[in-house]
């Protein structure tokens, strides 16, 4: 009678470990391949194009200086008329020469300052031109000397009134330097596969960084350089 009690305990308890164990099985190739589904490779692909600028802008600004600001005034009134002159000269449209504020600096009537001032007033004019055609700005500013022998000091600080040059054609070349940063993304990507004996599955997800556009170099600002990074994440195979 014991005995069949023991047999009838025994049986359940069997059963449950034996399901149990199924179920750890189960589980554990559940990891296995999750595991498996889960190993990725990121790579990222660069593309690069250099590209000319198409438009500049170029501010010029000068100085005249006197005792009496009428003489003053009609100098710089005159400097001006020369300066937009000369730009005519060298193609210039009115369209693309803008006129900008004339400022006058009374230096004896600032507050602090020495009791010698030199010269009493400081009038600069400040112009700009703004064309598409970066070539003609170019070869113009190289003539700038035309000017300075005419009296007429274009100046101002290095970095402020330098010329800027400008690419705005970057949605024309977007579609072509992305194709092209993913191809060379894929390109590291099946080479990394293939020398961890994988085989290379599908996109698990990409992101594409910001474009970017620089100076090729210091001393040719009119060259652009266009550069943009994508990122990509692949499955791997065995």
């Known amino acids: 009678m014991h005995k069949s009690i023991t047999h009838i305990n025994i049986l359940p308890a069997f059963l449950l470990a034996l399901g149990l164990a199924s179920i750890g099985i189960l589980l554990s190739n559940a990891i296995i391949e999750f595991k498996a589904m889960d190993r990725t490779v990121v790579v990222k692909g660069l593309a690069e194009q250099q590209v000319q600028a198409d438009t500049a802008i170029w501010p010029i600004v000068f100085t005249e200086a006197g005792e009496q600001l009428e003489e003053v005034t009609a100098a710089v009134e005159q400097k001006q008329n020369a300066v937009v002159a000369f730009l005519k000269l060298h193609g210039f449209s009115d369209e693309e020469i803008s006129l900008g504020q004339v400022t006058v600096v009374d230096k004896k009537a600032q507050q602090y300052g020495p009791e010698q001032v030199g010269l009493r007033y400081l009038v600069s004019a400040n112009m700009s031109v703004y064309s598409q055609d970066p070539n003609k700005?170019?070869?113009?500013?190289?003539?700038?000397?035309?000017?300075?022998?005419?009296?007429?000091?274009?100046?101002?600080?290095?970095?402020?009134?330098?010329?800027?040059?400008?690419?705005?054609?970057?949605?024309?070349?977007?579609?072509?330097?992305?194709?092209?940063?993913?191809?060379?993304?894929?390109?590291?990507?099946?080479?990394?596969?293939?020398?961890?004996?994988?085989?290379?599955?599908?996109?698990?997800?990409?992101?594409?960084?910001?474009?970017?556009?620089?100076?090729?170099?210091?001393?040719?600002?009119?060259?652009?350089?266009?550069?943009?990074?994508?990122?990509?994440?692949?499955?791997?195979v065995d």
């Open 137 to 236: 700005v170019r070869h113009a500013s190289s003539q700038i000397s035309e000017l300075a022998k005419q009296g007429i000091a274009i100046g101002g600080d290095r970095y402020t009134n330098r010329i800027e040059y400008l690419f705005t054609g970057l949605n024309d070349i977007k579609p072509q330097m992305i194709e092209q940063a993913t191809r060379n993304a894929r390109e590291v990507a099946v080479k990394f596969a293939r020398d961890s004996d994988s085989t290379l599955g599908k996109i698990k997800s990409a992101r594409q960084g910001q474009f970017s556009i620089s100076d090729r170099d210091s001393s040719s600002p009119h060259l652009k350089k266009v550069r943009v990074v994508s990122t990509v994440e692949y499955y791997l």
